[in-house]
């Protein structure tokens, strides 16, 4: 078997790594999966045993690539937020040498960076995509395993009160968004609705009819959640 892509070439059997004037030639376990990411073919490291290494970020681009391709959009955006802040802690990190204080580094580094509730997300991500690697034979058991689910701690909202307007007033009144939303209580997705139409200057009135919101990836107006 061999694979040609711009920047290598992988061949078998054996893992030696040859260097040419272009590229490298890299020899693996054929029976083991490669990786594409575009147009470039990613190869994994070879172990003493002549098996393959899985790091981390490979891993988990070929967990959503098999196992969470059906997941919506904003989903999607919401997990890569997070893998954002994962990825410096274990991205490069082998799936076998992942430790528990591994991923409790991680855990941590979301909870003081997003807060306590992406924290939570974050543990079930993490604890999903390792489960399913140990289902898929790349370790034996999961490090997340030995690790406590976050606690998230919820805070009381409270009214607004006079010195709060004080301080908001110089920020609201310079954005008519932010009016709107602030002293005629609409939503985002209604104010983003908003047309010329919409507006009654003669009577000062505006008409909220529609909102924008975005569904399966896709940014659509239809009909407010109330009237």
Known sequence: TRWITDEIIVTEPDPVIQQTDNCASYQIHPR??????????????????????MIYKLWYQQYLQ???????????ESYARIETLIEPVIGEKELEA?????????????????????????????HAAFSRAVRSRHLERSPVEAIDKPHHVSKEGRVLEGKDWELLAPVVSANVAYALMCFAGL?????????????????EFIHVCKQRIRTKGKIITKTPKSE
């Open 98 to 126: 992942i430790s528990p204080d591994d991923i409790q580094a991680a855990l941590v580094r979301v909870e003081e960076t997003a807060g306590s509730r992406q924290a939570q997300i974050a543990y079930a991500l993490l």
């Open 187 to 203: 939503r985002r997705g209604e104010v983003l609705a908003l047309q010329k139409a919409d507006i009654d200057f003669k009577n």
């Open 32 to 53: 083991e999966n490669a990786l594409w990411k575009g147009n470039k073919l990613i190869y994994l490291s070879h172990k003493s045993t002549g098996g393959l290494i």
């Open 66 to 76: 098999l196992y969470k391709r059906k997941i919506a959009e904003k989903t999607r």
